[in-house]
């Protein structure tokens, strides 16, 4: 097993990400770079050394690149979810085309980067899925269960049901479909999502809103009404299609 442990260290940050990459010199700099800054750092260059240490170490974050030797960074989150394992997953991929990406969040990835990539990018990804994913715990009293029309969300069981099945929701689709409840009937920027959502801001680049609301539409919206729409140039919303009974 081509394991690798970072044994250089920046200030403890006390998470441990696992680097799953077979190109050995990409694998070297993202488990150099991350123990500089701070983590526990193991790497690896297979799926079949993903799926044991992501089994046994249980890391905080795997850094996944999505064409490995002897299978796809898709399908082990794919597995890994049925398992009940749901370590945040952070892809690395070649591929640019909208329905790639939406083939990787839809496998229950939190987040992408497009080869090559800037280091300092990885770092940026890192530390804000850590960040959304690490936070304490809200007061009982503060997470209700949001409904809207047919549609649930408990945010203590983190379930989503819609008309009494269960729609199984990556991390980072839960929290998106969570900002469109909170405020239903209120047209959301791609801005306002990105920093509500991902706290951090892309640039300008709302692209990974776009591919997220499509991914969560195939799952939230797969028996009608449909109940998240687009606001052209303005950005997105939950509620009834107006002729729908109920509608406002």
């Known amino acids: 097993m081509h394991v690798q442990q970072s044994a250089t260290r920046g200030p403890a ?4 990400v696992l680097v799953v990459e077979d190109d050995p010199s990409i694998r070297t700099l993202l488990t150099s770079a991350l123990g500089a800054a701070g983590y526990t750092v193991t790497g690896a260059a297979t799926g079949q050394e993903a799926m044991a240490l992501a089994g046994g170490r249980h890391p905080d974050l795997i850094v996944l690149d999505v064409v490995l030797p002897d299978t796809d960074g898709y399908r082990i989150t794919r597995d890994l979810r049925a398992r009940g394992v749901y370590t945040p997953v952070l892809f690395l991929t070649a591929r640019t085309e909208v ?3 939406i083939i990787g969040l839809s496998s229950g990835g939190d987040d992408y980067v497009t080869k090559p990539f800037h280091v300092q990018e990885v770092l940026l990804r890192v530390r804000a899925i850590l960040r959304r994913t690490g936070l304490p715990p809200a007061p009982v009293d503060a997470r209700p269960v949001l409904a809207y029309a047919d549609l649930t969300l408990d945010e203590d069981a983190h379930e989503v049901h819609r008309a009494g099945r269960l729609v199984r929701l990556s991390p980072t689709e839960f ?10 009937e209120r047209v959301r920027g791609k801005g306002e999502i990105l920093q509500e959502v ?29 109940l998240l729409h687009t606001v052209r140039g303005v950005g997105y919303c939950l509620r009834l299609p107006r002729h729908a009974p109920g509608a406002r």
């Open 13 to 16: 940050s006390g998470h441990t």
């Open 99 to 101: 329905e790639d990406r």
């Open 175 to 184: 929290r998106l479909l969570a900002c469109l409840m909170s405020h239903p």
């Open 198 to 226: 991902w706290r951090y801001g892309f640039s300008g680049d709302t692209r990974i809103v776009d591919t997220y609301i499509k991914n969560l539409r195939r799952k939230v919206d797969r028996d009608p009404p449909a």
